[in-house]
């Protein structure tokens, strides 16, 4: 299983990011993914997740309205849409692989496969 991120930036408050989550090595349409993010000094949260059989999507309330996921089956890539960004964003982002999607939460249950992280970073 690979788990490739790709997109982060530096860019000015207010703006807008699009992540992007490659996997390979595993039954697409059976997995959950999620992103998740840390920021410094802090611990890694869940942002959003989506359970690729059924296309459902879930989010953290903070990004709410703000943040979305979209799937692009063919290419086996998740993106995460991130629009009105604010500094309080800025974190490594990492996209997860859960191949068996058995999970009542995406966003609280376990992922076995990680990806490296791209940086985020929301700054004037």
């Known amino acids: 299983v690979r788990v490739v991120e790709s997109g982060g930036d530096l860019v000015q408050p207010g703006r807008s990011l699009r992540l992007s989550c490659a996997g390979s090595?595993?039954?697409?349409?059976?997995?959950?993914i999620a992103w998740f993010r840390q920021a410094p000094g802090k611990e890694r949260e869940a942002v959003g997740c989506t359970r690729i059989s059924t296309g459902s999507t879930y989010y953290v309330d903070s990004v709410k309205g703000r943040f979305a996921l979209s799937t692009d089956h063919a290419k086996m890539t998740v993106y995460l849409q991130m629009n009105l960004l604010e500094p309080v964003d800025t974190a490594v982002y990492y996209c997860?692989?859960?191949?068996?999607?058995?999970?009542?939460?995406?966003?609280?249950?376990?992922?076995?496969?990680w990806g490296r992280g791209t940086q985020v970073t929301v700054a004037p």
């Open positions: 997860a692989v859960e191949p068996y999607d058995s999970m009542n939460n995406c966003l609280t249950n376990p992922y076995r496969f």
């Open positions: 090595g595993f039954a697409f349409q059976g997995s959950a």
